[in-house]
C-alpha cells in the first residue's frame, strides 16, 4: 500500500510527511525533551543530588508500594471479569461492559473524590471510622483506592475482546478430557492470554505509578508521608525547584518510555496474541 | 459447560460494586443535602458557570482541531513508508504514557514566556501558557492519539479499488478525499473526537500547571472541585462533579446522535 498516493500526487507526500514531522514534533517530543533537558540543566550533581532528598525517596517509595497493591488486584479483578463476559451468557453483561468502562470517562479528580464522600472526615463512613480511630483518607489507604479506580478498566479491557474472539472451544476440550477448574485456567486460558495480560498489567501499571489528579484528592500531600512522586514533583515545583521538579519527572518520563517500547514491542512480535485493535 | 462461573462473577461483581457502584452512589447522592437550593446556589456562582464553560468549550474546541491534526498523522502513517515511520508511530502514544504531571511541567516550560515556544509567541504578542491558550494546547496534546488510533486501521482496511474507481470515473484529488475518503473514516473521527473530548473535559495534571488559574478566567472545573473540598463544600464538590459527568454524557449522547444521522443520510 506504502506510495500509491505518491504516484498520483508528485510533491504532495513530502508535504504532509513533514506536516506530520512538524506535529509530532512540537507536540509530543519538544515537551518530552524539555523534562531531560531542564533536569540536566545545572549538571549531573544537581541531577543526582534530587534523588538523596529523603523526601524523594519516600515518594519514590509510596508510588512503588501504591502500584504493588493496586496492579495485581486489577489484573485478578480483569482475569475474573473476563472469565465470566467473555466465557458466559448472563443478564445484564452488556450493562456490566459499561460500568467497567465507566472510570475511562470519569475526570480523575472525580474518581479520588468519591473516596472523599465515601470516608473523609463529612463522609458516609467518616464519623464511623473516625470512632474506630481508622484513617483511609490523607493515608497510603486512600491513595491505593483512588489508584485502584482509575487503573480499574485496563487488564479487563485487554483480555475481554481477546477471550472472546479466541473462543472457548480449547476450554471446553480440556473439560471435556476432565481437567478441572483451575488445571483449565492454568493449563489452557492463562498461556493464551498472558501477552494480553502482560499488556493490561504494563499500562495498568503505567498509569497506577503516573496518576496525578484522583491521588491529589485523597493525598493530603504531606511531604516524606503521603506523596507520590507525581505530587512529590508539583511539591517541588511550587517550591520553584525546577531542577528537582524535572529530575523526578525524568524518571516519570523514563518510565512512560520503557512502557512505550515495551508495548510498541509486543504490538510486533505477539501481534496475534493481543486484541484485534492492538494489532499493528 | 465451563467451570469457575459463579467464583468469577461473584469477584467480578464485588469489585464493581466497591470500586464504582458504591462511590458512584455516594457522588450522586451527595449534591442533595442541602437540597434543590444548595444544588442552585453552587450551580448559579458565576465562578462555577464560568469553569464549566471553559472546560467544555475549550475541550471541544481542542477536540477539533485534533480532528485535522490525527488525520495528517494517522494517514501519514498509514500511507507513506519512510524511515523511522514506526518510531513516530510509536510516539503517537506518548500522551498516554506520559504522566499527567509531568506533561503540566514539560508544557509550562516550553509556553511560559521564558520557555522556548513562549519567548516566539512573546514576540508575536501571545501569552501561551498562564492563559485559556495553554489550557487549549495542553488538551490538544493530550486528545490527539485518541484521533490517531481511531483513524489509523479504517484508513488502512480502506477499500483502495473504491479510490482508484473514484480516479477512473473522473474524480479530481479533492473530490476523493471529500467525497469517497471522509465519509468512510466520519465514523471512526466521531469516535475519536468523542474520546478526546471526554478525556479533555476532565483532565487535570496536565492542565493545572499551563493554566494559570484565575477564577472566572482560565480555572477548569475539575480545578473548582478541588477547592470546594478544601473548603469542606462536599456538596459543592460532588455537584460540580456530577454536572460534569451529566454534560459530558449528553455531550456524548449528541455525537452519537449526530453520527447515526449522518449515517443514515448517507444510506438514504
Given at each position: 500500500?506504502?506510495?500509491?498516493?505518491?504516484?498520483?500526487?508528485?510533491?504532495?507526500?513530502?508535504?504532509?510527511?513533514?506536516?506530520?514531522?512538524?506535529?509530532?514534533?512540537?507536540?509530543?517530543?519538544?515537551?518530552?525533551?524539555?523534562?531531560?533537558?531542564?533536569?540536566?540543566?545545572?549538571?549531573?550533581?544537581?541531577?543526582?543530588?534530587?534523588?538523596?532528598?529523603?523526601?524523594?525517596?519516600?515518594?519514590?517509595?509510596?508510588?512503588?508500594?501504591?502500584?504493588?497493591?493496586?496492579?495485581?488486584?486489577?489484573?485478578?479483578?480483569?482475569?475474573?471479569?473476563?472469565?465470566?463476559?467473555?466465557?458466559?451468557?448472563?443478564?445484564?453483561?452488556?450493562?456490566?461492559?459499561?460500568?467497567?468502562?465507566?472510570?475511562?470517562?470519569?475526570?480523575?479528580?472525580?474518581?479520588?473524590?468519591?473516596?472523599?464522600?465515601?470516608?473523609?472526615?463529612?463522609?458516609?463512613?467518616?464519623?464511623?471510622?473516625?470512632?474506630?480511630?481508622?484513617?483511609?483518607?490523607?493515608?497510603?489507604?486512600?491513595?491505593?483506592?483512588?489508584?485502584?479506580?482509575?487503573?480499574?478498566?485496563?487488564?479487563?479491557?485487554?483480555?475481554?475482546?481477546?477471550?472472546?474472539?479466541?473462543?472457548?472451544?480449547?476450554?471446553?476440550?480440556?473439560?471435556?478430557?476432565?481437567?478441572?477448574?483451575?488445571?483449565?485456567?492454568?493449563?489452557?486460558?492463562?498461556?493464551?492470554?498472558?501477552?494480553?495480560?502482560?499488556?493490561g498489567v504494563l499500562l495498568c501499571n503505567a498509569r497506577a505509578m503516573g496518576e496525578f489528579g484522583a491521588v491529589s484528592v485523597v493525598s493530603g500531600k504531606i511531604r516524606g508521608m503521603t506523596n507520590t512522586l507525581p505530587l512529590h514533583i508539583e511539591a517541588l515545583y511550587n517550591?520553584?525547584?525546577?531542577?528537582?521538579?524535572?529530575?523526578?519527572?525524568?524518571?516519570?518520563?523514563?518510565?512512560?518510555?520503557?512502557?512505550?517500547?515495551?508495548?510498541?514491542?509486543?504490538?510486533?512480535?505477539?501481534?496475534?496474541?493481543?486484541?484485534?485493535?492492538?494489532?499493528? | 459447560?465451563?467451570?469457575?462461573?459463579?467464583?468469577?462473577?461473584?469477584?467480578?461483581?464485588?469489585?464493581?460494586?466497591?470500586?464504582?457502584?458504591?462511590?458512584?452512589?455516594?457522588?450522586?447522592?451527595?449534591?442533595?443535602?442541602?437540597?434543590?437550593?444548595?444544588?442552585?446556589?453552587?450551580?448559579?456562582?458565576?465562578?462555577?458557570?464560568?469553569?464549566?464553560?471553559?472546560?467544555?468549550?475549550?475541550?471541544?474546541?481542542?477536540?477539533?482541531?485534533?480532528?485535522?491534526?490525527?488525520?495528517?498523522?494517522?494517514?501519514?502513517?498509514?500511507?507513506?513508508?519512510?524511515?523511522?515511520?514506526?518510531?513516530?508511530?510509536?510516539?503517537?502514544?506518548?500522551?498516554?504514557?506520559?504522566?499527567?504531571?509531568?506533561?503540566?511541567?514539560?508544557?509550562?516550560?516550553?509556553?511560559?514566556?521564558?520557555?522556548?515556544?513562549?519567548?516566539?509567541?512573546?514576540?508575536?504578542?501571545?501569552?501561551?501558557?498562564?492563559?485559556?491558550?495553554?489550557?487549549?494546547?495542553?488538551?490538544?496534546?493530550?486528545?490527539?492519539?485518541?484521533?490517531?488510533?481511531?483513524?489509523?486501521?479504517?484508513?488502512?482496511?480502506?477499500?483502495?479499488?473504491?479510490?482508484?474507481?473514484?480516479?477512473?470515473?473522473?474524480?479530481?484529488?479533492?473530490?476523493?478525499?471529500?467525497?469517497?475518503?471522509?465519509?468512510?473514516?466520519?465514523?471512526?473521527?466521531?469516535?475519536?473526537?468523542?474520546?478526546?473530548?471526554?478525556?479533555?473535559?476532565?483532565?487535570?495534571?496536565?492542565?493545572?500547571?499551563?493554566?494559570?488559574?484565575?477564577?472566572?478566567?482560565?480555572?477548569?472545573?475539575?480545578?473548582?472541585?478541588?477547592?470546594?473540598?478544601?473548603?469542606?463544600?462536599?456538596?459543592?464538590?460532588?455537584?460540580?462533579?456530577?454536572?460534569?459527568?451529566?454534560?459530558?454524557?449528553?455531550?456524548?449522547?449528541?455525537?452519537?446522535?449526530?453520527?447515526?444521522?449522518?449515517?443514515?443520510?448517507?444510506?438514504?
Open positions: 500500500m506504502s506510495g500509491f498516493l505518491r504516484l498520483r500526487l508528485p510533491g504532495f507526500a513530502p508535504l504532509m510527511l513533514l506536516a506530520t514531522l512538524a506535529v509530532i514534533g512540537v507536540l509530543i517530543v519538544a515537551p518530552l525533551g524539555v523534562v531531560f533537558f531542564e533536569a540536566s540543566k545545572k549538571g549531573l550533581d544537581a541531577f543526582l543530588a534530587s534523588f538523596a532528598d529523603p523526601d524523594c525517596q519516600a515518594a519514590i517509595w509510596l508510588t512503588l508500594t501504591v502500584a504493588a497493591i493496586a496492579v495485581p488486584l486489577n489484573a485478578v479483578f480483569g482475569l475474573a471479569a473476563s472469565w465470566a463476559i467473555a466465557r458466559f451468557e448472563f443478564v445484564g453483561k452488556r450493562l456490566l461492559l459499561a460500568v467497567i468502562d465507566l472510570p475511562f470517562s470519569m475526570s480523575p479528580v472525580v474518581s479520588g473524590l468519591v473516596w472523599v464522600l465515601l470516608f473523609g472526615a463529612q463522609g458516609w463512613f467518616g464519623p464511623w471510622l473516625e470512632d474506630h480511630d481508622l484513617k483511609v483518607i490523607f493515608t497510603t489507604t486512600g491513595i491505593v483506592l483512588a489508584t485502584i479506580t482509575v487503573t480499574f478498566p485496563f487488564v479487563a479491557r485487554e483480555l475481554i475482546p481477546l477471550m472472546q474472539d479466541q473462543g472457548a472451544d480449547e476450554e471446553a476440550a480440556a473439560v471435556t478430557l476432565g481437567a478441572g477448574g483451575f488445571t483449565v485456567f492454568r493449563r489452557v486460558t492463562l498461556p493464551n492470554v498472558k501477552w494480553a495480560l502482560v499488556y517550591d520553584y525547584d525546577f531542577v528537582g521538579a524535572f529530575s523526578a519527572a525524568s524518571l516519570l518520563a523514563g518510565l512512560g518510555l520503557v512502557t512505550l517500547v515495551l508495548k510498541t514491542a509486543l504490538e510486533w512480535r505477539y501481534a496475534s496474541e493481543l486484541s484485534a485493535g492492538r494489532q499493528r | 459447560m465451563l467451570p469457575g462461573f459463579p467464583l468469577a462473577l461473584g469477584i467480578t461483581l464485588i469489585w464493581v460494586g466497591a470500586i464504582v457502584i458504591l462511590p458512584l452512589t455516594a457522588l450522586a447522592l451527595r449534591p442533595w443535602e442541602n437540597g434543590w437550593d444548595g444544588i442552585w446556589k453552587t450551580l448559579t456562582d458565576e465562578r462555577v458557570i464560568a469553569s464549566l464553560r471553559l472546560s467544555f468549550g475549550l475541550s471541544a474546541a481542542a477536540a477539533l482541531l485534533d480532528i485535522p491534526l490525527g488525520l495528517l498523522v494517522a494517514w501519514t502513517l498509514t500511507r507513506f513508508e519512510f524511515p523511522g515511520r514506526r518510531l513516530i508511530d510509536a510516539l503517537v502514544d506518548l500522551p498516554f504514557a506520559l504522566p499527567t504531571a509531568v506533561a503540566g511541567i514539560a508544557l509550562t516550560a516550553l509556553y511560559a514566556p521564558t520557555g522556548a515556544f513562549g519567548q516566539v509567541a512573546t514576540k508575536l504578542g501571545l501569552k501561551i501558557a498562564y492563559s485559556p491558550l495553554g489550557i487549549f494546547i495542553a488538551l490538544v496534546f493530550i486528545g490527539l492519539p485518541f484521533v490517531v488510533r481511531q483513524v489509523q486501521p479504517v484508513l488502512m482496511d480502506f477499500d483502495q479499488e473504491v479510490e482508484e474507481a473514484a480516479t477512473t470515473l473522473g474524480a479530481t484529488p479533492g473530490q476523493r478525499f471529500w467525497r469517497v475518503m471522509l465519509p468512510g473514516l466520519a465514523p471512526a473521527l466521531f469516535g475519536g473526537v468523542s474520546l478526546a473530548f471526554a478525556r479533555a473535559v476532565g483532565e487535570y495534571g496536565s492542565v493545572i500547571f499551563i493554566a494559570g488559574n484565575i477564577p472566572g478566567q482560565s480555572e477548569i472545573a475539575p480545578l473548582l472541585i478541588v477547592s470546594k473540598l478544601e473548603e469542606y463544600d462536599y456538596a459543592g464538590a460532588a455537584t460540580i462533579g456530577v454536572t460534569m459527568v451529566l454534560i459530558s454524557l449528553a455531550a456524548l449522547l449528541a455525537l452519537s446522535v449526530a453520527q447515526w444521522l449522518y449515517a443514515g443520510r448517507r444510506a438514504a
